[in-house]
């Protein structure tokens, strides 16, 4: 069975710094690996995806993330944190079952 | 811009009343997804649906909730009779592809269910 794990529940960063979110993934197969965005009381939004190709995957307002297979890793950075990115970001991973999501990371952006 | 949409937002019932959510695709996703949420964790899969077959309802429970998309196309998510432990955003989302996928599920903005 798929699980996503991600360090950290919640992460606080200055503005400008920084942003680096920690997903691990356990898969018996390369899985599909996405990040999710979600604001108080929104839905999901996607940030961005990995599926083949490119390990180096960029994403809307400014994220990235690299898809490390040695080392099972998703993880979602960002070089220079704003105020707006404060939210709840959730690592997902799909495959042979449908999305399976990590327990997510609450990012505080600090002025 | 196409989007998938889900009423009511929010929903305060008392506990052993009937509550049912509903959810309207992305015209053309024949995959569609129920998701539970609790406060301060991940979404959880409840069921998915292809077309109007149930797909996966393995953590779906069933002495209590139901889920239907008779014409394959909008659906409804109904739990009767709420517990308090419900208390939970419930999102829908749909996919344009099959049961496992490379491609995105678009989520609705939720319904948030308060059972007091």
């Known amino acids: 069975a798929q699980s996503v794990t991600q360090l950290g529940s919640h992460v606080s960063v200055s503005e400008g710094a920084l942003v680096l979110l920690r997903c691990n993934y356990s898969?018996?197969?390369?899985?599909?690996l996405f990040w999710y965005v979600q604001y108080p009381n929104q839905g999901l939004q996607l940030l961005l995806k990995?599926?083949?190709?490119?390990?180096l995957v960029k994403g809307i307002n400014g994220f990235e993330a690299e898809f490390k297979k040695s080392e099972t890793s998703f993880h979602l950075t960002k070089p220079s944190a704003h105020m707006s990115d404060a939210a709840e970001y959730f690592c997902?991973?799909?495959?042979?079952?449908?999305?399976?999501f990590g327990k997510g990371t609450r990012l505080s952006v600090i002025a | 811009e196409a989007e998938v949409a889900q009423s009511p937002r929010y929903k305060i019932t008392e506990k052993s009343q009937a509550v049912a959510f509903w959810c309207d695709p992305i015209?053309?996703?024949?995959?569609l997804y129920w998701y539970r949420q609790i406060l301060g964790q991940g979404p959880e899969l409840l069921v998915q649906?292809?077309?109007?077959?149930?797909?996966?309802d393995s953590q779906l429970p069933k002495d209590r909730f139901s889920a239907e998309r008779l014409k394959g196309v909008d659906s409804t998510l109904k739990i009767q009779p709420a517990e308090l432990g419900d208390s939970a955003m419930y999102l829908c989302?749909?996919?344009?592809?099959?049961?496992?996928?490379?491609?995105?599920?678009?989520f609705g903005q939720g319904t948030r269910l308060t059972v007091v």
């Open positions: 997902a991973a799909a495959g042979n079952t449908p999305l399976v």
């Open positions: 990995y599926t083949t190709g490119a390990t």
């Open positions: 898969s018996s197969v390369p899985p599909y």
């Open positions: 649906f292809q077309d109007e077959s149930v797909v996966d």
């Open positions: 015209s053309g996703h024949a995959t």
């Open positions: 989302a749909s996919s344009g592809a099959g049961q496992s996928s490379n491609t995105e599920a678009f």
